[in-house]
Nanobody, 128 residues
Framework: QVHLAESGGGSVQVGGSLRLSCAATGFTSGSYCLAWFRQAPGKEVEGVAAVDMKDNPIYVYGMRGHFSVSRDFAKNTLDLQMNSLRVEDTAVYFC??????????????????????WGQGTQVTVSS
């Protein structure tokens, strides 16, 4: 059974850093897209970054440089290093997997339907 578990969220001040980690278990191979999404209060889920099965990172426009995504295929983890955090980065951050393709079609048009497997999410709060 597929399971995704996020960790590393918390509260920081503007300009601070956090590192999120996602542990993926139950997958039979590494041939899937693994991604980070976030959902701010009152807003829809939006993509942040993803890594495909060939270890290619993909960033939503504006996220590169602000965030850095990395995937460890041996450990089946996906990390998100977040630097220079801003108040608008406050959100619940989710890890999700799309096993329907070895490639990442990112960001997806319908995150919740295009990515079948989701973690519970981890809260990130940035205060001024």
């Amino acid at each position: 059974q597929v399971h995704l578990a996020e960790s590393g969220g918390g509260s920081v001040q503007v300009g601070g850093s956090l590192r999120l980690s996602c542990a993926a278990t139950g997958f039979t191979s590494g041939s899937y897209c693994l991604a980070w999404f976030r959902q701010a209060p009152g807003k829809e889920v939006e993509g942040v970054a993803a890594v495909d099965m060939k270890d290619n990172p993909i960033y939503v426009y504006g996220m590169r440089g602000h965030f850095s995504v990395s995937r460890d295929f041996a450990k089946n983890t996906l990390d998100l290093q977040m630097n220079s955090l801003r108040v608008e980065d406050t959100a619940v951050y989710f890890c999700a997997a799309d096993t329907s393709s070895q490639y990442c079609f990112f960001p997806p048009g319908n995150p919740r339907s295009d990515f079948a497997d989701w973690g519970q999410g981890t809260q990130v709060t940035v205060s001024s």
